[in-house]
């Protein structure tokens, strides 16, 4: 590096390019790379299963955020290293895609990693490890479809979705009312689910929350929640069979766009403008009256003088709602958002049974419910909890449970949890690696090895002795040939997983195996790390 002048004698440095770049070549950099998905899996390796410890995480703007979400950690996790960036990625990706199941995908690639690592140094080519480890993975997807069992629920029978629910609310904070929640996760999804169709939009639950209260007080809305009050203390609290305009206009007399000025000289001059706007005004509110609206929900705002107005014609209104509240209510009353004043028909109005204000505790907090809409089909979670961090964790616990009633609503098919879906697997893989007759069978017992490291995990956190654990526990599936087996965390006194009422979903236990094995695959075929110099 060295320091020159311009022609106005300012200094500029020049750097060499090529001379100061580290590069990692072969073994080396396979050993640097596989340490680094390591770190990343043995920090969550902890935060898995029902007895998991929680992080806390620190912003830098001095948020905090503690949680036991895998895919929350990594998000939050500021992460230099570019393959510790897979494994986030990794997480986020079975986020996206199933929800759930965001720890475990990410503590099976570090246990592959590790196992890759043992075959490394024995002199096998990275190449057929990666080969075995996707046979292996075929192998482990192909037995769970044969173990899972397909669960029968309908809009009345909703135990089984509940219980499914319940196993991934365990591992959460608020497993102590895991019953509760499971409920209202599952309600949620069956009144906006397709079921001819087998597709939920997520999107029509709103999940809100306000601190205060106990966990318990949470509940289910079928309607919406708004976080205003009625524009005028005077208006009436509670509205039925209300007929709703939805306004993105503003609620007063018009201002000329350009700039103006408006001379008057003489009181007459400044009464009639008054009552021009007052006339105005009166129109709009005549004309909201007429259409049949007993509501108006507005976007934007309106003086104290229009508020007056309105109280007198005993025409109850909100005012500042945000966009996509709107939306929803529109959705949920079947209304139509009027964007133009002269637009305004009777079509276009939302219908609710009840539209009803409701405060809360002595902090003259108040919010808006619109209940018994014309269509259900939006609802809201409303979450109570002591302090905001904890209602940020409810909040991402539901939507873990909302994603894993998605996703049986989508496919019925189960497998139990508690490890014994991977113990079975790493049986099957085990005894199939015998066909193979290359050095894959290696990699493959690698693999079923590796599969090994959940319940591992989740026996060393609840804390039992590990291997005593796992080792009863497969000689109790050779044994009885029983795939239900899984780790006793709960201490329930069986190990019987059917009895416990564990259950996972099929498909994301599937995608854990693959996304976790592609993740591998990529990091084993890297052999040449070239980075930058640091300044």
């Not at 105005?280 to 929900?297: A, R, S």
């Amino acid at each position: 590096m060295a320091l020159a002048f311009d022609e106005y004698g300012r200094p500029f440095i020049i750097i060499k390019e090529q001379g100061q770049k580290t590069r990692l070549r072969g073994i080396e950099a396979q050993k640097a790379n596989i340490s680094a998905g390591k770190a990343v899996a043995r920090i969550l390796r902890t935060s898995l299963g029902p007895k998991g410890m929680d992080k806390i995480l620190q912003s830098p703007d001095g948020d905090v955020t503690i949680t036991n979400d895998g895919a929350t950690i990594l998000e939050q996790m500021d992460v230099d290293n570019q393959i510790a960036k897979l494994m986030v990625e990794l997480s986020r990706s079975q986020d996206y895609e199933i929800g759930d199941g965001t720890t475990g995908v990410v503590v099976m690639a570090g246990a592959l990693l590790e196992q890759a690592e043992g075959l490394l140094e024995r002199g096998i080519h990275p190449i057929r490890i990666a080969e075995g480890y996707e046979m292996a993975s075929r192998i482990a997807v192909e037995h769970l479809e044969r173990i899972a069992q397909k669960l029968d629920f309908g809009p009345t029978k909703i135990e089984p979705l509940v219980q499914t629910c319940m196993t991934t609310l365990s591992s959460k904070i608020v497993n102590r009312c895991k019953r509760a929640l499971a409920e209202i996760s599952v309600k949620a999804v069956l009144s906006v689910a397709d079921l001819e169709r087998k597709d939920v939009n997520l999107d029509l639950i709103k999940i809100e929350g306000k601190v205060g209260g106990r966990l318990e007080d949470t509940e289910l809305i079928y309607g919406i929640t708004v976080d205003k009050d009625m524009s005028h203390p005077q208006m009436p609290k509670q509205i039925e069979d209300a007929k709703i305009a939805i306004l993105t206009c503003p609620f007063e007399p018009p201002k000329p766009k350009t700039k103006h000025k408006v001379e008057i000289d003489t009181v007459e001059k400044f009464q009639t403008l008054r009552q021009q706007e007052l006339k105005y005004f009166d129109d709009m509110v005549q004309k909201c009256k007429d259409v049949g609206t007993t509501l108006v929900i507005c976007q934007w705002g309106f003086d104290d003088e229009a508020n007056h107005l309105l109280m007198h014609r005993n025409l109850p209104a909100v005012r500042w709602v945000g966009g996509v509240e709107l939306e929803l209510i529109a959705i949920a009353t079947g209304g139509r958002i009027v964007p133009r004043f002269q637009e305004l028909t009777s079509e276009k109005l939302g219908r609710a049974g009840l539209v009803r204000e409701k405060s809360f505790g002595t902090t003259k907090d108040k919010m808006l419910y619109i209940e018994q809409c014309a269509n259900s089909r939006a609802v809201t979670i409303f979450i109570r909890g002591g302090n905001k961090m904890m209602i940020e964790e409810t909040k991402r616990s539901i939507h873990d449970a909302l994603c894993v009633a998605r996703n049986l609503i989508r496919n019925n098919s189960i497998v139990y949890g508690g490890g014994s879906a991977e113990i079975s697997c790493s049986i099957a893989v085990e005894t199939a690696a015998d066909k193979y007759p290359g050095v894959e069978q290696y990699a493959i017992r690698a693999f079923a090895d590796a599969l090994d490291a959940i319940p591992m995990a989740l026996a060393e956190n609840s804390g039992l002795q590990p291997i005593e654990t796992l080792s009863a526990v497969k000689s109790q599936q050779i044994k009885e040939n029983n795939p239900h087996s899984g780790i006793d965390c709960n201490d329930v006194g069986t190990n019987d997983m059917r009895d416990q009422n564990v259950f996972e979903t099929l498909i994301g236990k599937q995608q854990q195996i693959l996304l976790a094995t592609q993740v591998v695959k990529m990091i084993l075929k890297i052999d040449d790390v070239i980075s930058p110099s640091e300044y």
